[in-house]
Structure formats: C-alpha cells, structure tokens
C-alpha cells in the first residue's frame, strides 16, 4: 500500500524549482512525462518479470499458501487448539474441515493461475516499483520532506503486511472454517468453486491489509484538515460496534475468540485517534489575524 503514499504525495505536494544547481533549468511538463514514461516502463517490465517467476512456481503459490487454509491441518487449527486446551476454551478447536474445491469452467483453472500470478507478481515486484515511483517524486521534496516520506513508505509497508499476516493466520482460517461448514441443511452438501475460494481468500488478506493503514490514511486526512481526533473520538461507538459485528460473524460463539479479533482492530482505531490528535493543524489566533490584515 505504499502506492497510496505517493498518489497524495503527488496529488499534495506544491510546484517547486529544482534547487541542486544555479545553472539547472526547471523541467518542462514534456521533460516530466518523458521522465514518468520511462520510470512507468521499467516497473510495467519488473511486475512482467515477477508474474513470470510467480507463474513458473504457481504450484508451490497454490498448494503451500493460498489453499492451505481449507484443511484443519493447517498450522492456525493446531495453535488455536493447544490454546484452547491451555485455558480451557474448548470452542478455540475448530470443527473438522476439508472445503472440496471444484473448477466449474474448461479455462477457470488457466485464468485462475494467471490472475494469482499477477497479483503475486505485482506483490513481489512492488520493492522495485516503490523503488521507481520514490525516484520520480523525490525530486520535488525538500530534505526535510524526504526524510518523512522514506519514514512513511516503511510505516506504511510494515503495517500492511502485519495486516496481510493477521488476516491469512486468523481471519482467513476462521472466515473459511464458518462459510466452508455452514449448512441450510444436511441434505444440501458444499462444492466449493476454484475462482469463489480464491476470490474469498485474496480479498480478506487484501481487505484487511488495507484496514491496518488507517493510521496512515488518518495522518493524511488529519494533516489536510478532513479530519479530526474529536470526530474519531465521537464515533468510536459506531467503530466498536462495527468491528464487534464482524468479529462475531467470522469467530466461534465465545467471547475469547472474538477478543482475538476485535483488540487489534480496534486498537488500530484508537492509535488513529492519537495520530489525529498530535497532526490537528494549529489554528492562529484571532488577534494575530487581526494584525496581519491590518498590516
């Protein structure tokens, strides 16, 4: 989600002249698009490059990561049931499970490789991308600006993929053991499509990696004065409620389970209103004013 980053970057940063050298002329708007072309390129080719690499070992992507989660072998089920048996929430071990996963089109399950590889491709690329997009804007910041932006580009990296972890070692197993068990009745029995797991899979892991920069996007908004840590803090109810009902919704019926779930989400929520907090632009005084307009 760096990507996001440099997208206000441009969007708020103001028009300044290079300052490196007296003798260096400013780049005219055909000297800037010959510039972003070229950077544009070299990330188009380094995303080809990494779905190509993603694609060759599609079957390692597949079998170890992305399907996974569907057997109670999986490492989540046996951490959550020797937790369960060490404080004695017997709810904690979830029920047996093995999704049956069925392709249903003749090219579903070509289409499905290329799109993983893509969005693996991109994933794995994004290092030099974010390298590319870095070297583009970084010209227009002062010294000052470019150390808080490198600080903002880590920020924002470290919290997505500790979002992109929370979500594939907990949020994942549970949404896939409650959707994948759930029964209408015992006579209707669940087949799974190939492009319907996945498409669960990869928007909670990418759902909820984007959940965790709200921090950051906080910090943008309450910098820009869209919003304020009084807003945050008079809506906090209607936070809580909102990441209680899907805390509910994804955990077992017991309230440990969904302390799992709803602590770090809301504990997100709360930093954001200290961040508000601390970045609330400073308002002049009016008689300050009153001089100015004077003067």
């Known amino acids: 989600m760096p990507f996001t980053f440099f997208l206000l970057l441009a969007m708020l940063k103001k028009k300044r002249k290079a300052k490196k050298d007296d003798s260096e002329k400013e780049m005219s708007f055909w000297d800037h698009l010959t510039e972003l072309r070229k950077r544009l390129m070299r990330m ?7 779905t190509v690499v993603a694609f060759v070992n599609s079957r390692f992507i597949f079998d170890k990561i992305l399907l996974a989660p569907k057997d109670t072998s999986f490492v989540t089920y046996k951490w ?10 017997d709810s904690l071990c979830l029920p047996p499970m093995s999704l049956s996963i069925i392709n249903l089109n003749l090219s579903g399950q070509f289409m499905t490789d290329m799109t993983v590889s893509m969005f693996a491709g991109l994933i794995l690329g994004s290092p030099f991308i ?4 870095w070297q583009f804007v970084m010209p227009a910041l002062y010294v000052k600006e470019r150390r808080y932006a490198r600080q903002a580009v880590f920020v924002m990296s470290f919290l997505f993929m500790v979002g992109v972890l929370f979500s594939y070692y907990l949020m994942v197993p549970w949404t896939l053991n409650f959707l994948g068990t759930y029964q209408v009745s015992s006579l209707v029995a669940n087949q799974i499509s190939l492009s319907s797991y996945i498409s669960t899979v990869t928007s909670t892991i990418l759902s909820v990696g984007v959940v965790f920069e709200l921090p950051v996007v906080v910090y943008v908004l309450a910098k820009i004065g869209i ?3 009084d807003f945050l803090k008079k ?3 209607y936070a809580f409620v909102i990441i209680l009902i899907v805390a509910a919704i994804i955990t077992p019926p017991d309230v440990f389970s969904q302390l799992i779930v709803t602590i770090p989400l809301y504990s997100l929520y709360e930093i954001s209103i200290v961040v508000a907090k601390r970045v609330a632009p400073v308002t002049e005084p009016e008689g300050d004013l009153d001089e100015d307009d004077e003067e």
């Open 44 to 50: 188009i080719l380094a995303w080809l490059v990494m």
């Open 80 to 89: 959550l049931c020797k937790l369960g048996a060490l404080i004695h929430v």
């Open 130 to 133: 974010i390298y590319q997009l």
């Open 227 to 229: 919003i304020t840590a």
């Open 235 to 237: 809506n906090r109810k």
